[in-house]
């Protein structure tokens, strides 16, 4: 069982709810209801994606940071390109930012205020001074949708600037995802 605090599985309803809003015991019911899953096109789990694995702490070495959502975990990246450098990823397996569709807007919206929430737990405030944004395939080295959160930006070298620059062939914030021929229009980073 996910400790409590920590982001997990959950049903729809559940996990869109924040943490306060739920019971202890609810939390876990629906954290023990999501890991019998299968992967597919709905979501779920998958065995082999190692963001699947740390979501539900079958990575060790890998530390979940506080979240306010059930349906997201957070945890630093493994190879940092900034002081902040963090990951927030759905529970539920999706695929990368190529294959969102218009339902999954209040999730992306969520990893937005997650990734926004835990720069100001870890005393980041200026907000205007991050990067946000997402890997476009074939430059996404795990096919599992996953936000990177950075900062402060004035901080990246020169690689990473290049790696992570806005609305490149690369790297795009979630301003510019389309869904179905529309822009998310959810922020603006």
Not at 132 to 144: E, L, Q, V, Y
Not at 159 to 174: D, K, M, Q
Request: charged fraction near 20%; aromatic fraction near 8%; charge should be positive.
């Amino acid at each position: 069982p996910r400790p409590a605090g920590l982001c997990g599985g959950g049903t729809p309803a559940a996990r869109a709810r924040p943490l306060a809003a739920q019971g202890r015991g609810e939390a876990a019911a629906a954290a023990g209801a999501a890991e019998g899953r299968e992967a597919g096109n709905g979501g779920g789990y998958d065995g082999k994606c190692v963001f699947c694995r740390i979501a539900r702490q079958e990575e060790p070495g890998t530390a979940l940071l506080p979240c306010e959502y059930e349906d997201l975990v957070c945890f630093r990246d493994i190879r940092p390109n900034a002081p902040h450098h963090y990951l927030v990823v759905p529970v539920e397996h999706m695929g990368n930012c190529k294959t969102l569709k218009t339902e999954h807007i209040p999730v992306v919206k969520r990893m937005m205020e997650v990734g926004k929430a835990v720069l100001q737990k870890n005393n980041f405030s200026d907000l205007s001074n991050i990067r946000m944004g997402f890997h476009w395939p074939p430059f996404c080295s795990i096919s599992h949708l996953h936000l990177h959160v950075l900062a402060p930006a004035s901080q990246l070298g020169f690689l990473s600037r290049l790696v992570y620059r806005i609305n490149s062939y690369w790297f795009i914030t979630v301003s510019v995802i389309k869904y179905n021929g529309k822009s998310l229009n959810v922020y603006a980073y």
